[in-house]
């Protein structure tokens, strides 16, 4: 596949057979994460080589669950890491400068 988006519907080539899945995003230019359908744990996130995508016209029976995990998961957690402006802010941590410790008296 040479041009992939957000919400493209395609096919993963595992080492057995093919899973429908949809593009939830892209990290970078050789990565793609994909959700698919897991037989024991329902649909999940996966990250997954450009090549290994292929692309699907028909939707498959597990789409709309497969469009309900990308939307559950948090923006931050589906972004890459060449976006770090768009994520808002960091962690929560030393958010105020230390107050003053006075000397002994």
Do not use: C, F
Request: charged share 25%; net charge positive.
């Amino acid at each position: 596949m040479e041009l992939i988006r957000i919400g493209d519907l395609v096919k993963v080539a595992t080492g057995g057979p093919q899973i429908d899945g949809i593009v939830g995003d892209i990290p970078s230019d050789s990565k793609v994460v994909v959700a698919v359908m897991d037989a024991t744990r329902g649909p999940v996130l996966r990250t997954v080589p450009r090549a290994a995508l292929t692309e699907r016209t028909e939707e498959g029976p597990d789409d709309r669950s497969l469009l309900l995990r990308i939307r559950r998961t948090h923006a931050s957690a589906r972004s890459g890491a060449r976006q770090a402006a768009g994520g808002g802010p960091g962690r929560a941590g030393h958010t105020r400068a230390a107050t003053h410790r006075p000397t002994g008296r």
